[in-house]
T-cell receptor, first 114, second 112 residues
């Protein structure tokens, strides 16, 4: 298995809802990442997990809450989002931390906040 | 983070080689050079990466200048499926600041 699987593919949520995005990989990768991509812009890093511990938080608002329950799974919990949070949310993984390893990206969850 | 500079857009004819340039004059000795591409409505796809020597894989070749201040991604025979945004990114080897920071990339158009 050489894929990063993200679910759901599409999500529409209200500003008072709570929802979660899920990311799964079975490549034995020990680093996992969340990126956010607005339309016609490059992806922006949100969080880095390494060996199931949060190692980088790029000053992301607390309405986004990441979780790494095990080495194969990464969640992003969403609460009280704003319409400007509508974007494509991408998950990625790499064998380990550091530039020596290529990243594998999922196809993303397209989130619309209404 | 060391930055990269790429042309905003390029065009190439189908079945011809494509050379995508990237300048990274402030690269440090421990920065790896990564290339990813993103097709419409998809997540980025890993293409190739290297440190000092030229690299080849089934998708492309990466030519790295001797002073490492620039690199070129080579697609040997472009197809319509190669139309995408190509990102050249520097990623440090060290642990602690490892992250892939995307620039604006090069939008490659393939002409049939």
């Amino acid at each position: 298995d050489t894929e990063v699987t993200q679910t759901p593919k599409h999500l529409v949520m209200g500003m008072t809802n709570k929802k979660s995005l899920k990311c799964e990989q079975h490549m034995g990768h020990r680093a996992m990442y969340w990126y956010k991509q607005k339309a016609k812009k490059p992806p922006e890093l949100m969080f880095v997990y390494s060996y199931e511990k949060l190692s980088i938080n790029e000053s992301v608002p607390s309405r986004f809450s990441p979780e790494c329950p095990n080495s194969s799974l990464l969640n992003l919990h969403l609460h009280a989002l704003q319409p400007e949070d509508s974007a494509l949310y991408l998950c990625a993984s790499s064998q380990d931390r550091g530039g020596a390893y290529g990243y594998t990206f999922g196809s993303g969850t397209r989130l619309t906040v209404v | 983070d060391a930055k990269t500079t790429q042309p905003n857009s390029m065009e190439s004819n189908e079945e011809e080689p494509v050379h995508l340039p990237c300048n990274h004059s402030t690269i440090s000795g421990t920065d790896y050079i990564h290339w990813y591409r993103q097709l419409p409505s998809q997540g980025p796809e890993y293409v190739i990466h290297g440190l000092t020597s030229n690299v080849n894989n089934r998708m492309a070749s990466l030519a790295i200048a001797e002073d490492r201040k620039s690199s070129t991604l080579i697609l040997h025979r472009a197809t319509l499926r190669d139309a995408a945004v190509y990102y050249c990114i520097l990623s440090p080897r060290g642990v602690g600041n490892e992250k892939l920071t995307f620039g604006t990339g090069t939008r490659l158009t393939i002409i049939p």
